[in-house]
């Protein structure tokens, strides 16, 4: 009779090293893609807001072409440049500006990113490109392939949606390393918050009397000290309520900023506006903070 062969210690660590793994592992949720499309958003129209600040001038977008969506869909390339199956992710230049799709691990040569990204666009801007980049581990990631759009009239028009398929360059060749899907879409520049500044009487000093009184009831105080006493008073406590009033939303301006910020309560967006003293931009900035923690 023949002895079973007892196992050996490579049988051991093979039952061993063989683990199920969940489905979802490595795998990005439909509900984080979301979260990353309205950052995306968020941060396109800070960046238009920044550029203001940044030309000490007022929300004049005279200079700026619009808001720049493009969705990166996937891409087929010729060739494996990976020891194994490669992990590409696309970079979005535009202008100074660089955005990056999530990385699509194992795609190889055929990856799928469905990655939609907005920026601002100035007008001088005549062009973008995308690099086709592969995630190393233990070295810089590496180019694979390149393509430059051209911004043409037609594409540039504003709430006009553009189906691209364009050729790759790369080691293979001027347009031989692939092809990539796009779709480009211009959207408008988002309608500046504007609000009207409280106005509130200035107070001048009688140097007769020696009392404060308002520049518009200057006449009146001759008349009668009673009178001008009455009118002091009066103007001084209009002048104490207006100073200590909040600063309210109009129902327009709420309505802009919970289409920016989807994500965060009315209420938390009144007391934003409050605590900032009603200046727009650093509400939008710290709303922007605030959404950024709660994702």
């Known amino acids: 009779m023949k002895m079973a062969e007892a196992p050996t210690y490579a049988d051991e660590c093979r039952s061993k090293a063989v683990l199920d793994v969940d489905q979802s592992f490595l795998r ?10 309205a950052q995306d958003e968020m941060l396109a129209t800070q960046m238009v807001i920044q550029d203001q600040q940044q030309t000490n001038a007022a929300y004049d977008t005279g200079n700026m072409r619009g808001i720049l969506e493009v969705l990166i869909d996937r891409c087929e390339l010729v060739k494996n440049y990976g020891i194994s199956r490669m992990d590409p992710y696309c970079r979005l230049k535009v202008g100074s500006r660089v955005m ?3 990385t699509c691990y194992n795609g190889s040569t055929k990856p799928i990113w469905g990655r939609r990204m907005r920026v601002p666009i100035a007008l001088d801007v005549a ?25 043409s009239e037609d ?19 001027i347009d031989k390393e692939g092809t990539i899907y796009l779709q480009l879409t211009i ?11 409280l106005v509130a009487s200035t107070p001048t000093m009688d140097m007769e009397g020696g009392q404060s009184t308002s520049s518009t009831t200057e ?5 009668s000290p009673e009178t001008n006493q009455h009118t002091t008073s009066e103007s001084q406590s209009q002048t104490n309520e207006s100073s200590q009033s909040p600063p309210s939303l109009s129902d327009q301006e709420l309505l802009q900023l919970q289409e920016m910020f989807p994500n965060i309560e009315i209420d938390a967006i009144k007391s934003v506006y409050e605590a900032t003293n009603g200046n ?7 709303l922007l903070a605030l959404s950024m923690e709660n994702s």
């Open 155 to 173: 594409l540039l028009q504003v709430g006009k949606t553009s189906a691209l398929t364009l050729p790759l360059s790369g080691q293979q060749g």
């Open 28 to 37: 990005v949720s439909e509900d984080a893609v979301a979260r990353q499309v």
């Open 187 to 197: 959207l408008p520049i988002p309608t500046p918050i504007t609000s009207p500044p």
């Open 219 to 223: 006449s009146n105080s001759i008349d």
């Open 100 to 102: 990056e799709t999530i």
């Open 127 to 151: 062009s973008f490109s995308i690099e086709v980049m592969d995630e190393n581990q233990f070295q810089d990631d590496s180019k694979i392939a390149r393509v430059t759009v051209m911004l």
């Open 280 to 286: 727009k931009n650093d509400t939008i900035t710290s």
